[in-house]
C-alpha cells in the first residue's frame, strides 16, 4: 500500500519560495504513475498544481508554470515542490497525490498547511 507524505515549512514570507517534500513509501516514484502536486486554499476548491512522471518529465498547470518547479531524489524515493514569489493567495493546504497523469485516484498524503504571511 502506497503511503504520501508532505512535510516543509507552514510559513513562508511574501516575495520568498515555498519549498516542500513528498515521501513516498510503498513504491517507487520511478514506476509507472504520476505524482501530483494539489492545493486547496481556505475556502476554495481543489487547485492542480503540477506533476512529475515516473519518468522524470513534468507538466505544470498554465497558470502556475512560471513560478512552479517539481523535481525527484529517486535515492529517498521524494518529490519536491518549489513555487517562487509567493503571496499570500498561495496561502492553501498542499497535497501531494498519485494518479495517472493529472487523474488521482485515492492515493493522497495528508497535505501540510502553508501560510504566506509576513
Known amino acids: 500500500q502506497v503511503q504520501l507524505q508532505e512535510s516543509g515549512p507552514g510559513l513562508v514570507k511574501p516575495s520568498q519560495t515555498l519549498s516542500l517534500t513528498c515521501t513516498v513509501s510503498g513504491a517507487s516514484i520511478t514506476t509507472y504513475y504520476y505524482w501530483n502536486w494539489i492545493r486547496q486554499p481556505p475556502g476554495k476548491g481543489l487547485e492542480w498544481i503540477g506533476y512529475?512522471?515516473?519518468?522524470?518529465?513534468?507538466y505544470y498547470s498554465p497558470s502556475l508554470k512560471s513560478r512552479t518547479s517539481i523535481s525527484r531524489d529517486t535515492s529517498n524515493n521524494q518529490l519536491s515542490l518549489q513555487l517562487s514569489s509567493v503571496t499570500p493567495e498561495d496561502t492553501a493546504v498542499y497535497y501531494c497525490?498519485?494518479?495517472?497523469?493529472?487523474?488521482?485516484?485515492?492515493?493522497w498524503g495528508q497535505g501540510t498547511q502553508v501560510t504566506v504571511s509576513s
Open positions: 497525490a498519485r494518479g495517472i497523469q493529472t487523474v488521482v485516484g485515492s492515493d
Open positions: 512529475i512522471a515516473w519518468s522524470g518529465s513534468t
